[in-house]
């Protein structure tokens, strides 16, 4: 039973690990990237992990390997994984300039309701918040790894 729509921005292992996360408690997951193989990198890797999970009986929740990979989509484009989320994650490399550009580019998507999350560890909220229009929408949600297994995020507001 999907719960919603997350999209996840960036498709390396932080992006791939919070889509896995999403998915195993039934949110439908729109990934994307600017460089699209590897977003097929990224969908190929999290079905052989899925079902190496499932194998291994170590796969969260109550659905199966096939229907948590069944959950995660690729996106075109940042609008077409943005529209109609509840959250948006953040994955991108821990580069300032480049969590500032996109950012700024998903807060001209985003509604007046989504969460907007990055997945930094280096940089505090208000460094790449600053001009936002969705201020008050976003937060740093820091996974304690692996975030498959450990139900722990370290959550800083924008101030």
């Excluded at 719960?3 to 921005?9: D, E, L, R, S």
């Excluded at 460089?35 to 079905?47: G, N, Q």
């Excluded at 996106?75 to 969590?99: P, R, T, W, Y």
Aim: with cysteine.
């Amino acid at each position: 039973m999907e719960k919603g729509k997350v999209g996840i921005i960036g498709s390396g292992l932080i992006g791939r690990s919070w889509a896995m996360l999403f998915a195993s408690v039934g949110y439908k997951v729109a990934l994307f990237d600017v460089e699209s193989r590897k977003i097929d990198e990224a969908l190929k890797d999290i079905e052989d992990q899925v079902e190496t999970l499932e194998k291994n009986r170590a796969l969260r929740g109550n659905l199966t390997a096939k229907q948590q990979y069944q959950l995660v989509e690729r996106s075109a484009s940042m609008a077409d994984c943005i529209e109609g989320a509840i959250h948006v994650q953040e994955c991108v490399f821990e580069n300032l300039e480049l969590k500032q550009n996109v950012f700024l580019e998903m807060d001209k998507l985003a509604d007046d309701k989504v969460v907007l999350c990055s997945s930094t560890s280096c940089f505090p909220p208000s460094s790449f918040t600053r001009d936002l229009k969705h201020r008050s929408q976003a937060i740093v949600g820091h996974p304690v790894n692996p975030p498959y297994y450990v139900p722990l995020v370290e959550v800083v507001p924008a101030p």
